[in-house]
T-cell receptor, first 115, second 111 residues
């Protein structure tokens, strides 16, 4: 199957700082990437959908000025958590989908801890 | 609005037994029904998926049963093994839109 990587795998930061998470499709071109957030023992909640070269579409209740998403190329999307606070601590997971398939391939996730 | 209801929340099965997880959906526009497996601290991995034009799909020990009229689909894991212990999520999608996930089922297979 297709491979999606995320970097970093975990990050600890101080409250008020910004953190950037990268999502890369390693062996296919991802025309669409999705960002999810997962709290402990809970399901995945969609945050936003991004298409290459376009502005991301955010789900209701997700602050677009706080969670900046960039999908500048067919293999890379980034999520920047700006002015992070402890309540932003979570497991952030991206997924990617090519143009010719409905299958979403998920990255390994990034554990964010805000102190 | 919870669009996909998944049950049970947790499941304990003996090694060699059959694990069955169920999902029910509301939106008849859904046309893609995958199941994902997630280990702690890892991203979900696609196990098997089905479209509504078939009632069953089997891949190895994993089978999806789909009942369009009842708006339900289920995952059957045959000959369950301790290595199958993980959290399983059903999901749904319309066209090529984002997935909507069920609440997850924690499966524990006892040796």
């Amino acid at each position: 199957g297709a491979v999606v990587s995320q970097h970093p795998s975990w990050v600890i930061c101080k409250s008020g700082t910004s953190v950037k998470i990268e999502c890369r499709s390693l062996d296919f071109q991802a025309t669409t990437m999705f960002w999810y957030r997962q709290f402990p023992k809970q399901s995945l909640m969609l945050m936003a959908t991004s298409n290459e070269g376009s502005k991301a579409t955010y789900e209701q209740g997700v602050e677009k000025d706080k969670f900046l998403i960039n999908h500048a190329s067919l293999t890379l999307s980034t999520l920047t958590v700006t002015s992070a606070h402890p309540e932003d601590s979570s497991f952030y997971i991206c997924s990617a989908r090519g143009d010719s398939t409905d299958t979403q391939y998920f990255g390994p996730g990034t554990r964010l801890t805000v102190l | 609005q919870q669009q996909v209801k998944q049950s049970p929340q947790s499941l304990i099965v003996q090694k060699g037994g059959i694990s069955i997880i169920n999902c029910a959906y509301e939106n008849t526009a859904f046309d893609y029904f995958p199941w994902y497996q997630q280990f702690p601290g890892k991203g979900p991995a696609l196990l098997i998926a089905i479209r509504p034009d078939v009632s069953e799909k089997k891949e190895g020990r994993f089978t999806i049963s789909f009942n369009k009229s009842a708006k339900q689909f289920s995952l059957h894991i045959m000959d369950s093994q301790p290595g199958d212990s993980a959290t399983y999520f059903c999901a749904t999608a319309t066209g090529r839109r984002a997935l909507t996930f069920g609440s997850g089922t924690r499966l524990q297979v006892q040796p």
